[in-house]
């Protein structure tokens, strides 16, 4: 029995695991929606920064608060965080987003906005969704789970290359490395594999083939339901 009527394919992993551009790319491929719950979480931070409170004071109640000035829009076949009703893409990937979200997103009350919001997004469309917790907590029952992981250099070097739009030197990658490890240390309770969630290690895989591998995992399940819904009728039948 999946969480909602709809397909929903589950991409958990750490940070810079490449989640989110997968999904992206595989929601392209299958005509489904995407939902990048990370984006959730950098709203709510980038609207509480925009009170110019300072981060060791921020309460809960206060983020839950700035976080009622974001909203959810689709946005091609993307569902997109806007903050008072703009867009602020640039905003939510900037330097004081990215040191301040992994507090925000520790917050109880702040992944229950979050949650709440994904499971609507997941109410009316197929949907492909990537965080750190959608196969566990948010849709424990999705059509599809799959968690990516790579190496931290690795991760390291792709998250650079976006940022940079250049080839990263080693000490800058060393530095990164660096970074990305203590947040998957913050994040360590956050980011837990589904029980029944396929693995795929992408340190040597391009983004292409992650895709065309999730993409062929959900055509197997779409394939090995109607399989199973043809035998169910066949039984009724007889």
Not at 34 to 56: I, N, P
Not at 69 to 83: A, C, D, M, Q, Y
Request: charged share 30%.
């Amino acid at each position: 029995m999946n969480d909602t009527r709809h397909f929903v394919i589950a991409i958990d992993g750490p940070a810079a695991s490449g989640k989110s551009s997968t999904a992206q790319w595989v929601a392209q491929r299958l005509a489904f929606r995407h939902m990048d719950s990370g984006a959730l979480y950098r709203a709510a931070t980038a609207a509480m920064l925009r009170r110019g409170a300072k981060e060791e004071s921020w309460t809960e109640a206060e983020v839950c608060d700035a976080a009622r000035s974001v909203r959810l829009i689709v946005r091609g076949t993307s569902f997109s965080p806007l903050i008072e009703n703009q867009p602020a893409d640039e905003e939510l990937r900037s330097l004081d987003v990215t040191r301040h979200v992994s507090r925000v997103a520790a917050m109880p009350r702040v992944r229950r906005w979050v949650n709440e919001r994904v499971r609507e997004a997941a109410l009316d469309h197929d949907i492909v969704v990537d965080g750190r917790d959608m196969g566990t907590a948010v849709f424990p029952n999705a059509s599809l789970k799959v968690f990516l992981v790579a190496d931290p250099w690795e991760r390291a070097r792709r998250r650079l290359v976006q940022q940079l739009g250049r080839s990263p030197t080693d000490d800058e990658i060393a530095e990164e490395t660096g970074r990305i490890v203590q947040r998957d240390a913050r994040d360590a309770t956050q980011t837990v594999q589904a029980k029944d969630a396929i693995l795929i290690d992408t340190t040597f895989l391009t983004q292409e083939e992650q895709v065309e591998r999730i993409v062929a995992l959900a055509k197997a399940v779409t394939q090995r339901d109607i399989t199973t819904s043809a035998v169910d009728d066949d039984s009724r039948a007889g």
